[in-house]
């Protein structure tokens, strides 16, 4: 698949310097006493567990961004439901180099794998309804990229990446502000002051602040912790006049449910802060 925009070669590349740095700082000491400069060897990415792979493309660049000389062999892509015995890759070339990224290449692919297999699962529940599933900023500081990656390939979309690239006014800045009215109207002031092109989401908690969020007009509205019925009269008072997201607790037993109320998204942070990590393993090819 292709890579979401917020995945540049600058970001990834900044990513895998600091992991590598955090592991290594000034040597991987097992590897340097025991292992000769010289020798070459393989290791596969073995699959322990069936899962939607990800993480594929991130572990080639991993492996060449610390040793260009490195080759790697796919036999799988991100996104692919594979099974138990499944060989994902196999990457040969300095021995040195394959152990001392080895752990990093699975961290990701481990949390990657089990972000996008229920990523997959829940939005397989939504096939036959015009609802997407979102992620949420509910995510492992300074591994933001990869998990939002993760969703992405396991048939997710994206929310906002980060406090930049949305204006989204949720309780506590309306409490802090005073009102849906007045913050709105301090955001799209703030939006022509700046030239900024911002979409504003407000999230509500009640039908009442749906309907101050309906008459300031604003890109889309979350619907935040409401139970269905007072989410259906949510929707039906919006009447499409602008997006709308259910927000708060949600679980994969009520996506159905939530979805036949018409809204246009459902977010969840269980994706990325629930996810269990998949088993995977690089072996040794002897």
């Known amino acids: 698949m292709k890579r979401p925009a917020y995945v540049t070669d600058k970001a990834l590349k900044q990513f895998i310097k600091n992991a590598l740095e955090e592991d290594i700082q000034d040597g991987d000491h097992s590897t340097l006493s025991t292992i000769p400069k010289d020798l070459e060897q393989s290791a596969k990415l073995l699959v322990k567990q069936d899962c939607i792979i990800a993480g594929v493309e991130l572990a080639k660049i991993i492996f060449k961004t610390f040793d260009k000389n490195l080759k790697i062999e796919t036999f799988v892509k991100d996104g692919d439901a594979v099974k138990i015995g499944d060989i994902a890759f196999l990457v040969t070339g300095s021995a040195r180099s394959i152990l001392s990224t080895e752990r990093l290449v699975l961290n990701c692919m481990q949390r990657m794998s089990g972000i996008a297999t229920l990523t997959h699962d829940w939005d397989s529940r939504l096939v036959g309804t015009k609802t997407k599933l979102l992620d949420t900023r509910k995510t492992t500081p300074n591994f933001r990229i990869c998990e939002k990656w993760a ?22 800045h309306i409490d802090y502000n005073g009102s849906i009215t007045n913050a709105v109207k301090m955001a799209k002031d703030y939006i022509k002051k700046n030239k900024k092109k911002l979409k504003i989401e407000v999230e509500t908690r009640n039908l009442e602040e749906v309907q101050e969020a309906i ?31 259910a927000s708060g607790g949600i679980t994969r037993d009520q996506l159905k449910e939530i979805a036949s109320t018409g809204v246009t998204y459902i977010s969840a942070g269980a994706l990325t802060h629930s996810a269990e990590n998949m088993d995977l393993s690089l072996k040794a090819v002897k």
């Open 151 to 172: 969703v992405a390939i396991g048939g997710g979309t994206n929310h906002r990446y980060g406090l930049y690239d949305m204006i989204m006014l949720k309780d506590n």
């Open 215 to 245: 008459k300031a007009k604003v890109d889309r509205i979350m619907l935040d912790n409401m139970d269905l019925k007072m989410m259906k009269e949510a929707v039906k008072m919006i009447n499409g006049s602008c997006e709308t997201e």
